[in-house]
């Protein structure tokens, strides 16, 4: 599985961004997708994940209620809907695909990385 996100940009603090990423493979739509974060000095950290239905999703205490995470498996895309963004949003936005991962909130459960896109929240 090949995984390439995009839809980063800079925003204002309260403002929204949608992340796309895009996976390749005849079976990518069979995995479950996740969502982490890095910002600058900081460890990578989990954001959201969803399963490979898209029946179930998991998100961080930080981000509950202002993140949405959903998956087009015809077209092999998972989004992440970002809404009241604030500025220790910020950081590299990077998803992630595991078959069936043991820990949907755990970085090294999953074996596909794609790049990361840059998210700058300004205030």
């Known amino acids: 599985v090949q995984l390439q996100a995009f839809g980063g940009g800079l925003v204002q603090a309260g403002g929204s961004l949608r992340l796309s990423c895009s996976a390749s493979?005849?079976?990518?739509?069979?995995?479950?997708m996740g969502w982490f974060r890095q910002a600058p000095g900081k460890e990578r950290e989990f954001v959201a994940a969803?399963?490979?239905?898209?029946?179930?999703?998991y998100y961080a205490d930080s981000v509950k209620g202002r993140f949405t995470i959903s998956r087009d498996n015809a077209k092999k895309i998972v989004y992440l809907q970002m809404n009241s963004l604030k500025s220790e949003d910020t950081a590299v936005y990077f998803c992630?695909?595991?078959?069936?991962?043991?820990?949907?909130?755990?970085?090294?459960?999953?074996?596909?990385w794609g790049q990361g896109t840059q998210v700058t929240v300004s205030s």
């Open positions: 493979g005849r079976t990518a739509s069979s995995y479950a």
């Open positions: 969803i399963n490979w239905s898209g029946g179930s999703t």
């Open positions: 992630a695909a595991e078959r069936r991962p043991s820990d949907y909130g755990l970085d090294d459960t999953y074996g596909y």
